[in-house]
């Protein structure tokens, strides 16, 4: 790819080299990474104004610290692109986020500057106390550790969890706080309003450059460097004067809040830190999107924006023949509106994610009825839990990757007391280019397993509307919707609405050589499928299941009393999965057909488009297809045997 790194960054390969710079050379460097992202990311696409917020940031850590001997983890890794430029990835970086290229987020098999792999919010602070205190068990006691992590990260109950136990234990671990105000949305909340409140104190601001003086002249000291670090923390708190400090209390000296552009400044403040034991958190307050104005303006639009004109910032879009159909989270946000305006029982919840699960439009229909609680999808679930116990009907929308950090809110504040709560799943199944960490490999077996609970997947935007209207009716219980990141089929999908019968499939297509059975949005691959199909001759039956939980169990004892030979196809991991449930049933009921199930293999599946994720699984159109075939091949040979 022929886009040239500037004269500086091109002599950086590793931060060793960065290390033989000047300080004097470092705002250049930081133009010229600056400048490298955008012109990468502008044609190949990936996560953009948060790497931009951090490069000064990125380049100072590396020049102070002895990494990778030094441990950095970056919480999230959205902003991880500098970082990977300037260790050892740069002249590979375009391959960002593509196909059996660069994973968009640090990845320890990748390279040993990702010292934790990271994906979901809140990781670091607890990673890197945890390496912290391996240094010491092993007595390597020169070892630093790092944790950067945004403002928006925080609000999560694991970074609190983090700090407590890293305060309480008194490790040398360095918490640096980007603060930007953002997350991937705006964000919200009382911790939101303590930093602001921290970084427009004129109080503050007004004896923090003595406090910084006082403090680079610590190694000056010598065996008075405690009695010098006890008057900075003294000034600090003076500063703040009544105000308590959240990080303190949790035993962390607490300096800043700092410019985290002026990366000479950085440099110079982090050199003094490191000759300060105990734990420490640098306030560091930056612009997510720096140096690219459009970015600065809209942060939301450009957190991940697509490919863009670098020199004019319009958003690159295909333009479509034709109507197309919506993305299935449109979907959600309008019907959820629609829903509400008819029952006043309906409220919105959304952990941090509401442009992402167009949540927001709710929230701008009806402010005083959705609500984003941050990044917290624990809280989101027992704060769902809570309204239902007053007879409300929350729909909760989360990502299936990130439900899993909330299961024991599912089971414990929602299912046992059987609570109607609507879990509106986004990006069910393969989730694409984000990632393993991203993929919703396992909501359909970790939800199904749980008593009073309903699991339903549309194969369509009518269904995903159908299952809504049904999931807000009386008396539901604990209700799982889950559906998949992109487009559905239907251009004209805003039908009228009805009640579907819960735990009732239907039938697609009849046929009599094989059944396939489908569960969600991947049943239109096999709408594709038997269609060509059919051109060879093969007549091959579908059903859509609907449902995993509760299963049609008319619907299964006509398959398997029709059928010797049933295919089972579902956009999550076989294991446990609604191949399984079916082969339970057959089991439980003295079936013997054979079956053979098509879905997410029992291994970590990489990042990609979604359609060379299906193909690599083995469940797109042509994959099952093959399925078919070869199991129509494989009996023929044995009766032929």
Known sequence: MDIRPGKLLEQIKYPSDLRKFTEDDLTQICDELRQYIIDIVSVKGGHFGASLGVVELTIALHYVYDTPSDQLVWDVGHQAYGHKIITGRRDVFHTNRVYKGLSGFPKRKESEYDTFGVGHSSTSISAATGMAVASDYKGDHDRRHIAVIGDGALTAGLSFEGLNHAGYIDKDVLVVL?????SIDPNVGALKQYLTDITTSHTYNRVKDEVWNLL?????????AQEIVSKLESGIKTSLLNQSNIFESLNFRYFGPVDGHDVVHLSKILRDLKDIPGPKLLHCVTVKGKGYE??????TKWHAPGLFNKDTGEIIKSVPKGPQPPKYQEVFGHTVV??????????GVTPAM???SSMNIMMKAMPDRAFDVGIAEQHAVTFSAGLATQGLIPFCNIYSSFMQRAYDQVVHDVALQNLNVVFCLDRGGIAGADGPTHHGAYDLVYMRCVPNMTVAAPMNEEELRNLMYTAQ????GPFTIRYPRGAGVMPEWKTPMKSIEVGKGRRIREGEDIAILTIGHIGNYAV???AELGKEGLNTAHYDMRFVKPLDEELLHEVFSTYSKVITVEDGCVIGGMGSAVLEFMADNGYN?????????????????QLELHTQCGYHPEGIMDAVRNFIEDQEGLMAG
């Open 216 to 224: 680079g002249k610590l190694s000056k000291f010598g065996k008075n």
């Open 528 to 530: 594709k499928a038997c």
């Open 178 to 182: 980007n603060d930007n105000c953002m």
């Open 354 to 356: 509401p442009s992402g």
């Open 294 to 299: 459009p970015a600065e303006i809209d942060q």
């Open 338 to 347: 629609e829903l509400a305006e008819k029952n006043f029982k309906i409220m």
């Open 473 to 476: 009716q009386d008396d539901m």
């Open 593 to 609: 057909s054979q079956v053979r199930r098509l879905g997410i293999p029992d291994e970590v599946i990489e990042h990609g488009s």
